[in-house]
């Protein structure tokens, strides 16, 4: 009888069981969240306000130089930026001759009319939403200091006791704003969560001859005059410079999901008519994002913006937990702040440029020349420089099988060096030759040695450092990953090694039948550091690193935390050690902080991933590269149409790349690399040779030059310019097009003699 109730009821009681497990690890975590969690009591009581919002005010000049000059609202802590040189006024809110706020409710009403907003979070309410609040209806107390630059002004929200300070400055001909860390004020049990800074500055309606620029993939642009061509549903755009919002392993593995919403540079950019601006995060820039709202989104105007984010917030999840036959358990996400205020200062600089310069290439011109006298950028291609080829080979790859994996060799070093004399036989002596998968099992992170026997282990390295030393032009990399780590590899501690969340839970999750982990900085930076030192034999080899130029994240390991800034820090101090080395670098990625340091950069996108409120990808990021460090996107053979392809790279600026290997592709079902569907060297030998001979005999004479100007001409037709006045026209259409007195083929392109701007 027994047997048969618990038969019947076997269902229920597993339920039950996972139930009450699940109510203990979240009682935990829970606990743990409160633990890091900010739970000081204050004894508050609020200043008296000072701020007669029945004040208008007026503007006065707060400071000026030869190009523009700075206002300031006293009675409204509000500024405009005039342009000397067009005479245009940059309004850093809305008034009555941009949009009439009478149409909007009072809450928006608010927003449009303030140049911070300010979203808190009650502590003594841990589960509820954070509050906002508006500098134009809530800031009831206000500082003035003049300075000789321009203006320190001190908000403060007297109910919920929050005090910051913000400077608005000009400085070496750009207005630049400042917001120091130690002033900003806590003084009871409200907590800032995200700032809002001149979110509304250069606004502009529809009937605006204009756009915005924001940092979408390659970038991306929306146009104002096509607003009536959007959905009915308009949702902004949000990009976290660097990280996304979400600290999970899932997200960080899969494209789509990280780099969609993440900001490979902290810019964005406004063309309003025939005068612009470029916004640059230049201090502090790893907490913040940049947001954009196209009309339509509550209101007709277009506005976007920077978010900074003062602490982290993280969540508590509840999951929905089903036996299977039937019952449920829900639960709920709980959201938990960081009990410390992320102690940076931040720096906004704001570019003005007028007349054929007000578009996106010349923000991107002018960021470029920003990076390069702040020692950011570095270009690293010499005049007279050969453009190289760009192949990425894999040479290795591991097989499960139902006792012992099986390993495939795919490229060996002296087939590899075979591949390379017959490239210099069809003429190609200049190469960035990424190495994949070469480690001993193949690409089983967290393992970065020794490489595999069977490709020639340490006197096949040897002999390729030494045919690298008497054959100059072709640079090697051999590449590595220190982010993710696979629990049956081992080689890690899975509680001292990795990343923790804010419940101080590891960061991990499963799939290939085991737990994959993130690397705690640290743990990182010494795996990289033993990696060199290995390789410190072979002097010409260089080293290679996967991901690291695209994914940050914090860390709250106990043992070694880290913030967002600190973690790009490090990954900075691994890029120095290769260069201390005089050893040649490549990075996977285009975020900006490996500007400085990188020889070559690869995996770099070529277009926006796009949203609703795109209108078009344009190649900001490689404008503000071009001609300083050689880049390459994803593979031409494994495009959907290769001719295509050509022309993207012929538009982005990229080095031709191929995915190779030595033996047929099909051992690679079944692996790691089982979307490489088509690789072997000998099938596509003839047509690498002719897409590198075409690239060499035509864009020779713009390898090392920098792209100045990208024109969207009409519909799938685009003109590049470059700073010798080499202007190519690509034609993406099916037709030939007549374009500036050229004709352009269909799927093909000309190169003319441009007109240096």
Known sequence: ???????????????????????????????????????????????????????????????????????????????????????????????????????????????????????????????????????????????????????????????????????????????????????????????????????????????????????????????????????????????????NKTLTVEEFMNESLYERYTATLPVFGIKNGSSALLAAFTQGAENSGVVGYPSGYVVNLNHIGFEIYTRNVFNVNMFNVSSGVGETANGKEIQRVDKALNAEDREIRYFLLNGEDADYSGMADVYREYLLATGQLKGVIDEGDAMPLSLEVIMGITKPQMILDEYVKMTSISELMAIMEDLKERGINDTEILLRSWQKDGENYPDYWPIASQLGGRKGLEELDEYLQKNSGGRVYLENNFIFAMQKNGGFSTTGDVVYDGLNLPVSASGYDTNWYLLNPQAAFERSEDFLDKLSSWSSLGAAYQYMGRIIYPDYNKSAPFTRNQTVEKWKEIFAQVKEQKRPLACEGMNQYVYESADYLYHVRDSAFGLSITDASIPFVQMVLSGLIPYSTDPGNLSYDMDIQKLKWIEYGALPNFIITNEDAINLRESDFDYVFTSTYDVWKDRITETYQEFARNFQQIYGRQMIRHERLEDGVVGITYDNGVQVLINYNDADREIKGAAVPAKGYVITEGEVR
């Not at 908000?155 to 001909?173: A, H, K, N, R």
């Open 1 to 243: 009888m027994l047997k048969k109730v618990l038969k019947e009821r076997l269902g229920l009681i597993l339920f039950m069981l996972v139930v009450a497990v699940l109510v203990i690890w979240g009682a935990v975590s829970v606990a743990n969240a409160q633990k890091n969690a900010v739970r000081t009591e204050y004894e508050y009581v609020p200043v008296e306000g000072n701020v007669d919002f029945e004040d208008e005010g007026s503007y006065r000049r707060a400071a000026g130089n030869d190009k523009m000059e700075l206002y300031y609202n006293e009675a409204k802590g509000t500024v405009q930026l005039k342009d000397l040189e067009s005479g245009y006024v940059w309004k850093s809110v809305v008034d009555d001759e941009v949009y009439d706020t009478e149409k909007v409710n009072k809450q928006w009403a608010s927003y449009l009319k303030s140049v911070l907003t300010v979203s808190y979070n009650d502590l003594q309410q841990r589960d509820a939403p954070p509050t906002k609040v508006f500098s134009s209806s809530d800031c009831d107390y206000l500082e003035t200091e003049y300075l000789d630059n321009g203006v320190r002004v001190r908000y403060g929200f007297t109910q919920p006791g929050i005090f910051l300070s913000v400077e608005y400055l000009l400085e070496d001909g750009q207005f630049v704003v400042r917001i120091p860390a130690d002033r900003i004020e806590e003084q009871s049990q409200f907590v800032i969560t995200t700032l809002e800074i001149l979110p509304f500055l250069g606004s502009a309606g529809d009937e605006v001859d204009g756009y915005f620029v924001y940092p979408d993939g390659s970038g991306a642009v929306t146009d104002y005059a096509n607003a009536d061509h959007r959905p009915a549903s308009i949702k902004a755009g949000m990009w976290r410079t660097y990280s």
